[in-house]
């Protein structure tokens, strides 16, 4: 006799992609299907393994979304993360797909980083996810671009974290002395930008109004709390960092922790400085309104000696339509 449970799909299950699921892997959660629209019946519990005929059966139906009870959340996001790689390499899923997988378990994956910054597995699974995120978009612009389409136009912290990532992981693609060594350590710092916010209390995180003084110094405290905290982990190679330290850091010395000059931060901070403004300015804020990418752009290149103008260029011609150049008022101007 099937169980049934009567509630809102919505509510408190998540639904899941069935092409997520791999054939013959042991799913530590149950499944649900949608029988109507309120109503959800188990369809396969976490003992029994998911074959390929349970696949096909689905298929048959056509059902292409199952439901997992939100008490599972945790479950699925550690069986997404194990199976990743081998769903990102499939032949059978849209690339589209792949890319709203990637982005959806790295968004996840940060929210229980942010929740838990120095348990040193939240930090080995983010090495796992940057590792990921560099093999997929190696295999191409496309790639980038499907992942830059699902970025949110709400901010929110995760969200935002995955979007530098990205971002700086793309751009960083395009200089000619960025290895595998280079991409993983620009990466791991980028997706963890702004980890010490989570020593940050939420009042000040999500103050609506201007900040204080006390309030502005505390908030301007997160690159050295998020190099701390990634030190005591010692899961991240130390060349890291300086993404991590250097973010707000501003070319003139009009940044901070450490007021900076252009030529004393290193590379891996002058990527996720100007990746990170750029996400921050095309997301919208409770105080902000989100700008298009082209404004954004263009506004970056009238703070003179901010970013540096080299990494600025690659990375406007990142973002034109085909990665050539696009023309700014500041670049015609100069
Ligand atoms: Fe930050
Ligand atoms: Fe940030």
């Known amino acids: 006799m099937p169980r049934y449970i009567k509630t809102s799909p919505q509510l408190n299950y998540v639904p899941v992609s069935l092409e997520a699921l791999r054939i013959d892997s042991v799913l530590n959660f149950d499944l649900y299907v949608q029988v109507d629209r309120n109503k959800l019946s188990l369809y396969r519990s976490a003992a029994l393994p998911f074959t390929e005929a349970t696949m096909r059966r689905l298929i048959e139906h056509g059902v292409t979304t199952l439901y997992i009870d939100g008490s599972s959340r945790k479950e699925y996001q550690i069986y997404m993360e194990e199976n990743l790689a081998e769903i990102l390499r499939s032949p059978d899923l849209p690339e589209a797909k792949k890319a709203s997988i990637l982005y959806d378990t790295s968004t996840e994956l940060i929210r229980d980083v942010l929740e838990n910054p120095t348990y040193g597995e939240n930090i080995r699974r983010s090495k796992n996810m940057v590792q990921n995120t560099i093999s997929y978009m190696l295999q191409g612009r496309e790639a980038f671009l499907n992942l830059l389409r699902l970025t949110s136009v709400n901010y929110t912290v995760y969200t935002h974290s995955v979007n530098v990532c990205t971002l700086s992981v793309a751009l960083a693609q395009r200089l000619k002395n960025a290895d595998q060594k280079f991409l993983y350590e620009l990466g791991i710092g980028a997706l963890l930008h702004?980890?010490?916010?989570?020593?940050?209390?939420?009042?000040?995180?999500?103050?609506?109004?201007?900040?204080?003084a006390m309030e502005q110094e505390i908030m301007r405290r997160h690159p050295r709390w998020g190099v701390e905290m990634l030190r005591e982990t010692g899961e991240v190679p130390?060349?890291?960092?300086?993404?991590?330290?250097?973010?707000?850091?501003?070319?003139?010395?009009?940044?901070y922790p450490d007021k900076l000059d252009m030529h004393e931060m290193h590379v891996y901070g002058k990527i996720v400085a100007i990746a990170d403004s750029f996400d921050a300015m095309t997301t919208e804020r409770v105080y902000q309104k989100?700008?298009?990418?082209?404004?954004?752009?263009?506004?970056?290149?009238?703070l003179k000696g901010h970013f540096d103008s080299e990494l600025l260029r690659e990375f406007t011609m990142l973002l034109g339509p085909d990665g050539e150049p696009i023309s700014t008022s500041s670049e015609t101007a100069e």
């Open 194 to 212: 702004d980890i010490g916010k989570a020593r940050v209390s939420e009042r000040i995180l999500n103050k609506t109004t201007a900040l204080s």
């Open 238 to 255: 130390a060349a890291a960092y300086s993404a991590v330290l250097q973010h707000h850091e501003r070319g003139g010395r009009k940044g």
């Open 290 to 302: 989100a700008m298009e990418t082209y404004p954004a752009l263009k506004l970056m290149h009238t």
